[in-house]
């Protein structure tokens, strides 16, 4: 089973930007679907963006035009650039990975990160 861990996450002004990297180890994530979530106090886990090892895209509506993830295949990561930022995206991000067709929900998902932290002050 591939490892995920997370990183970047951090403070950040409305309207700022922050780069999130997903880093796997155990496995190649070349050929698996990695997905990006988030949960909020208090809510659930949402869907922010994913992509398949084809690097076929989705995302959330409230991330297109803000968020772009890539993969990086030599470096076995997967990121997550968020710009313009609201607070409303703080959140506990985590990223996950599994060999499922390209799908955005969590409970297709078998590997995760712990998440990192991002803290979106108005």
């Known amino acids: 089973q591939v490892q995920l861990v997370e990183s970047g996450g951090g403070l950040v002004q409305a309207g700022g930007s922050l780069r999130l990297s997903c880093a796997a180890s155990?496995?190649?994530?070349?050929?698996?679907?990695v997905g990006w979530f988030r949960q909020a106090p208090g809510k659930g886990r949402e869907f922010v963006a994913r992509i398949g090892w084809n690097r076929n895209i989705k995302y959330v509506d409230s991330a297109k035009g803000r968020f772009a993830i890539t993969r990086d295949n030599d470096k076995n990561t997967v990121d997550l650039q968020m710009n313009s930022l609201k607070p409303e995206d703080t959140a506990v991000y985590y990223c996950?990975?599994?060999?499922?067709?390209?799908?955005?929900?969590?409970?297709?998902?078998?590997?995760w990160g712990r998440g990192t932290q991002v803290t979106v002050s108005s």
């Open positions: 155990g496995r190649s994530l070349s050929t698996y679907t």
């Open positions: 996950a990975a599994d060999h499922s067709l390209p799908t955005t929900s969590a409970s297709d998902f078998g590997s």
